[in-house]
């Protein structure tokens, strides 16, 4: 299963809403997770089964979606959140990441 | 807690073996994932195994090289790394999958002559 976010790289301002989407090549139910990377770092669980949110993530955090199309909302960025994202399906082995997603300070 | 170890230099065709040590968690219950990313690039699922080691998954381009497996009485994991290439050279971390709430810190391998 491919999963594919869009976009690649986003420049945006605090405060700002952004959103990332991420397609899968076939439907994984509600089996896709969200990280957020620093450089040199683990990545992080934001977002697990489509929508629940990890405990201590910021409620700023949003995730929705189905089947296919899935999102991450930001709905109010802060200086710490500028970093990579990525979407990850665990419907099916091979699990898959998606290509990610780079979060820049405008 | 997950922490990796192991990493290292080694030499195209070479084999290395990484471990991965649990705590803080009953580590019997939890499937483990192993992870790569490249410096700069993306993340790569590698490997997986299940709570009590009798299913294993593999990415295609590490199918018939790499071996995982655990031993749930010493709370850790391996990941046998076999014909090692120049490609397979990358950050390799240990992730607790699902929910992916407890990463290692990672262990860089370098394949170079």
């Known amino acids: 299963i491919q999963l594919t976010q869009s976009p690649s790289f986003l420049s945006a301002s605090v405060g700002d809403r952004v959103t990332i989407t991420c397609r899968a090549s076939?439907?994984?139910?509600?089996?896709l997770a969200w990280y957020q990377q620093k450089p040199g770092k683990a990545p992080k669980l934001l977002i697990y089964?489509?929508?629940t949110l990890q405990n201590g993530v910021p409620s700023r955090f949003s995730g929705s979606g189905s089947g296919t199309e899935f999102t991450l909302t930001i709905s109010s960025l802060q200086p710490e959140d500028f970093a990579t994202y990525y979407c990850?399906?665990?419907?099916?082995?091979?699990?898959?990441f998606g290509q990610g997603t780079r979060l820049e300070i405008k | 807690q997950l922490v990796e170890s192991g990493g290292g230099l080694v030499q195209p065709g070479g084999s290395l073996r990484l471990s991965c040590a649990a705590s803080g968690f009953t580590f019997s219950s939890y499937a483990i994932h192993w992870v790569r990313q490249v410096p700069g690039k993306g993340l790569e699922y590698v490997s997986a195994i299940s709570s009590n080691g009798g299913s294993t998954y593999y990415a295609d381009s590490v199918t018939g090289r790499f071996t995982i497996s655990r031993d749930n009485s010493k709370n850790t994991l391996y990941l046998q790394m076999g014909s090692l290439r120049a490609e397979d050279t990358a950050v390799y971390y240990c992730?607790?999958?699902?929910?992916?709430?407890?990463w290692g810190q990672g262990t860089l391998v370098t394949v170079s002559s």
């Open positions: 992730a607790r999958v699902p929910p992916g709430d407890c």
């Open positions: 990850q399906q665990l419907n099916s082995y091979p699990i898959t």
């Open positions: 089964a489509t929508s």
């Open positions: 076939q439907g994984i139910s509600s089996y």
